[in-house]
């Protein structure tokens, strides 16, 4: 008995790095404001993203994805925490003064990763707290190089952005942009020359990092702050599309893209490896020749018709995700991190979360379904607006934002939005009717009942301030602890 207890200790780690090496690696790579028709293999057109179509080729895509918030913040959250952003009280876009960030009680996907090992790395973009108690390095990830917020949140008026330091003007309330390495701020504020960097930047630290950790399972999240206003290329890229700068924008991510899978291939890791695509909300429209398109959706960044929350998506994993496959059923961002939790034997956290394993429909496997019964969008103040049950999509009575049909802006300068109302509910089957045009409710009263009832069920759980219901299920998000 002595002997097999010794030999048990002795094993036990060796056992340990055999399921490691045997462990799937994740690279999530996360574009900003990156709309639908914005990828070659979903309809671009103007610039060119082989790389992204070869990915596409050599995997699955998704024509029904979608983030839980068509906003910054929000929809981070659910990727990061596998819950509604209501749920987890992270609302809209946080400011740079936001005395809130995401609660360090909640379990990230790289707090997932680091229960079996995993090194852990985001280069990017976080959005989910500028405090240093917010930070990805205090939330599972063991090396973090990026933006804490969005590259908009500029200390310089716009009108200056491009002028000598002395003719700049600050923008009221604004601190500076810092890039920041781990949690200590290492330019304290980036430049528009520097922002050109950014999509190198963060690509080298990715291949280093890969690199690095080559004989080890990681996780590896690549938040891009492009293609988010304003606009900022490399010189490698500038002039390259026949769309212009936002052309030549998603063309450098492209070449992001193939930098990572290169490596790689380089470290002989493909084949053990879930490379997936997507981006966190739709396109910001008022902005014009410097936004993407949703096309044919309905609608853009910032409201919760498909056109903000319905994105890209690419996932490739070759002898596991079959080539070429494009799945139809719809899946969201909360579904990622229990689907990786199975894959890779972790536990889930002991607090309840939203999202399901959505593995078969990646897999592509015959006649697989999606497993929720209803999706929930929220958005302003905790506004419940939208239910999407298969190809149904509920509109709940509420207030959206819409350019009404005006084009977008020019070179960075925005058109304005104006205001409209939905005074009751509309029902739309996407199945048919994909840019959400036809409203089906007096044809449907059944289907409207029954996605009504699960908003009910999300209001009771989650709340709805339009409603002016308490979720029963909510948390608190980390706040500031004010010192004197």
């Keep these: 008995m002595r002997k097999f207890l010794v030999s048990l200790f002795l094993f036990a780690p060796l056992a340990l790095i055999a399921a490691q090496k045997q462990s799937p690696n994740l690279v999530i790579i996360f574009c900003d404001d990156l709309g639908y028709a914005d990828v070659g293999c979903y309809g671009a057109k103007g610039w060119t993203t082989p790389n992204l179509d070869r990915l596409a080729s050599e995997g699955i895509r998704f024509t029904q994805f979608y983030d839980a918030q068509p906003v910054c913040s929000a929809s981070r959250s659910a990727l990061m925490t596998g819950c509604y952003p209501s749920r987890v009280g992270i609302m809209g876009a946080l400011g740079p003064n936001a005395k809130i960030g995401l609660n360090s009680n909640e379990v990230t996907l790289a707090e997932i990763a680091k229960q079996r090992g995993y090194a852990t790395a985001i280069f990017g973009k976080w959005h989910l707290g500028r405090e240093a108690q917010f930070l990805p390095v205090h939330q599972g990830f063991d090396e973090y190089f990026g933006l804490p917020y969005s590259n908009d949140m500029w200390p310089w008026h716009p009108d200056f952005a491009n002028k000598p330091l002395e003719e700049r003007r600050r923008r009221p309330g604004y601190p500076d942009l810092p890039m920041i390495d781990g949690d200590k701020v290492v330019i304290p504020c980036v430049t528009s020359n520097e922002q050109s960097q950014l999509t190198t930047w963060y690509t080298e ?280």
Aim: proline fraction near 8%.
């Design 205 to 484: 630290h990715a291949v280093k990092f890969i690199e690095k950790n080559k004989a080890r399972p990681f996780f590896l999240y690549v938040p891009h702050s492009m293609p988010h206003v304003p606009l900022h290329v490399s010189d490698k890229f500038r002039g390259k599309s026949e769309r212009g700068l936002f052309g030549d924008v998603i063309e450098e991510i492209d070449w992001s893209v193939g930098e990572i899978m290169a490596a790689l291939r380089k470290h002989g890791l493909e084949k053990n490896t879930l490379v997936i695509f997507s981006s966190d909300n739709g396109p910001w429209l008022p902005y014009g020749n410097h936004a993407g398109s949703a096309l044919p959706l309905r609608e853009g960044k910032g409201t919760c018709w498909d056109g903000g929350v319905r994105v890209p998506f690419i996932a490739r994993w070759p002898g596991k995700i079959p080539k070429g496959k494009v799945c139809k059923e719809p899946a969201m961002t909360i579904d990622i991190l229990p689907t990786f939790a199975k894959l890779i034997g972790a536990k889930l956290p002991e607090h309840k979360i939203d999202g399901l394993d959505i593995w078969p429909l990646l897999a592509g496997r015959r006649n697989a379904k999606n497993p929720h019964d209803a999706y929930f969008f929220y958005y302003e103040n905790n506004q419940l607006q939208s239910v999407l049950s298969g190809t149904w999509k509920l509109q709940l009575p509420h207030t959206y934002r819409t350019l009404g049909g005006k084009p977008g802006g020019r070179d960075g300068v925005p058109t304005p939005y104006e205001q409209r109302k939905l005074q009751q509910a509309e029902l739309y089957n996407l199945g048919r009717d994909i840019g959400e045009a036809t409203d089906v409710a007096a044809q449907h009263p059944d289907i409207v009942k029954r996605l009504e009832a699960f908003a009910e069920q999300a209001r009771d759980e989650l709340g709805d301030s339009l409603t002016k219901r308490a979720g029963k299920g909510v948390r608190e998000p980390g706040r500031v602890v004010e010192t004197n």
